[in-house]
């Protein structure tokens, strides 16, 4: 009879802890808030990331099929010098050749303390959408990092909205991913969850 008596009170108790004990976890334990980004004043949020490559877009922009602006971090831990850095940069060159069109290219010289970087800015087109791209080659603590920005328009003539984007905002994309030194640790950007 006590046991039953017992049962009776402890019964609803515990199903009330259970109902409560996961907004009490939830209130230690909040959902990690995903990595951002700040270039040339915008911030850009962690969207997706995969085999080193890591996307980031503003947070207005949720779609990855949609998006405007975006900044991409990809990184090569095969590349630890400036010879490879090299390489690296002739393959993004390359790649960019096969798909777009090639508007400028640029180096800084090696220092005592520092590799050389590299510049690749081009156009790339399919069907329906264009895309101006600033690709930045460095090291970053030993290994090789390809930071991209991105703008894209979309629509029957993305071009006459590409073309007036370049002439006025391309300098200065330029100026600010060259002199840009806000990039995360590299630990922080390989921990970020990955797609499957």
Excluded: C
């Excluded at 090299?86 to 640029?106: C, E, F, P, S």
């Excluded at 090696?110 to 329906?128: C, D, F, K, N, Y």
């Excluded at 460095?138 to 990092?145: A, C, H, Q």
């Amino acid at each position: 009879m006590f046991k039953r008596a017992l049962a009776r009170l402890l019964l609803p108790a515990m199903a009330m802890l259970l109902l409560v004990s996961p907004l009490v976890l939830a209130k230690e334990n909040p959902p990690a808030r995903p990595m951002t980004l700040s270039l040339g004043g915008v911030q850009y949020v962690h969207r997706w990331s995969q085999k080193g490559q890591n996307e980031f877009t503003p947070p207005a922009e949720t779609d990855l099929s949609k998006w405007r602006d975006m900044v991409t971090v990809n990184v090569h831990d095969k590349v630890t010098n400036g010879d490879q850095l090299a390489t690296l940069a002739n393959t993004v060159l390359g790649n960019y050749q096969g798909h777009g069109k090639i508007l400028r290219t640029d180096s800084k010289p090696r220092t005592p303390g520092h590799e050389a970087e590299h510049l690749v800015v081009a156009i790339l087109s399919a069907s329906g959408v264009m895309e101006a791209v600033f690709a930045r080659v460095m090291l970053v603590e030993g290994r090789g990092v390809v930071l991209v920005y991105s703008h894209r328009a979309y629509g029957k003539d993305p071009a006459a909205v590409v073309g007036p984007w370049l002439q006025s905002k391309g300098q200065s994309v330029e100026d600010t991913l060259m002199s840009w030194k806000g990039l995360p640790k590299l630990a922080a950007i390989k921990a970020l969850p990955q797609a499957k």
